[in-house]
């Protein structure tokens, strides 16, 4: 959907704030690079912080940094430092790396250039030195470039602090269908989480009167099947498989911004994989990426659902009962998620993440309790058992 198509779905909603998707443009196609400059100019910027990584930088970054340049824009760019395992993450040393560039330099704008990762890095510091910044996606990997949302690793503990938003993003298909297939094929997983990210969501306004918007929902499904309807496109990498997966992406983020909150995008398969994050984080061991984890979690939900349906639907009013095992029957089952998870490369098997079986258990133990007031099937059961 096109970003008016979103601001009409939601004007729908009763108490809707438009201001809420106030944002300038959002560009995805061929060349959306060679966009980024002129619109500085036009905007007036004549100090702007450029954070990239050394993959980045060298993919779109030093294009990028030069077209600036040459429209008279003083620009300075951050390499964030990865850590001691080599990745680069969003933590309280990248973001005072930054913090510290861009105050130095007197910057007026940030503009996040790579994944998810540096965008959070981008979107916090922006927020909290008072100035905006631009997204430039260069992997359609994660759904959170347009969010508000800024998971940060803070002493070695996952938090995420609500920022702002984007001014205005460039997605170029031309360095998007560059990216690696490990990056295309997390985007993909992160996308497949919505089937139980929206089970849940419904889970919790039949089950405890969770505010529910329809609109939301239906944004972030049609963005799911988009997806799941052109696997073959997004696995080969074709353009029009890339974009579509963007858009997709872009569109979650878009229902998260309009509902104000992530419960159409994030249930138990994000808390599961937040759980797996923060357990291999204090082992010191290599992170996965984000929609990696998420899609092999979604499979993992969809099978364990189905194994405790039998005893939450035992707590439950009987017309709750019918409308919670309707609303299941239509998440796809585990070997369907695994299936698709296969088609676009990613991994799919816990195993293929090195998560073991007393880590996999263990998390669905506990998982619930990162997002303690997160209303799940995951939670309800685990917290009535
Ligand atoms: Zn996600």
Known sequence: MSLNEIRKAAARIVGFDPKTLDMGPVVLEAGALRQVAPYLKERGYKQVSIVADETTYEVAGRRLYDAIATEGISAHVTKITPNKQGDVIAD???????MLDAKAKKAEVIVALGSGTLHDIARFTAYTIGIPFLSVPTAPSVDGFNSKGAPLIIRGDKQTIQTIGPEAIFADLDVLVEAPPALVAAGFGDMLGKYTSLFDWKFGSITSGEVYEQVVADITMKALLDCVAHVDEIAERKEEGIRLLTAALLDSGFAMLVFGQSHSASGAEHHLSHFWETTFLR?????????????????????????????????????????????????????????LLTKVGGPSQPSDLGIDSELLAAGLREAHRIRPNRSTMLKFYNDNR
């Open 283 to 339: 082992e010191d061991r290599r992170q996965i990426l984000h929609g990696a984890k998420v899609g092999v979690a979604c499979a993992e939900i969809s099978a364990y659902y189905r194994t405790i349906i039998g005893d939450v639907s035992a707590k439950l009013p009987a017309e709750q009962q019918d409308a919670v095992k309707l609303e299941l029957a239509k998440v796809p089952d585990e070997a369907e998620i695994r299936r």
């Open 92 to 98: 309280e040393a990248s973001v005072v790396q930054l």
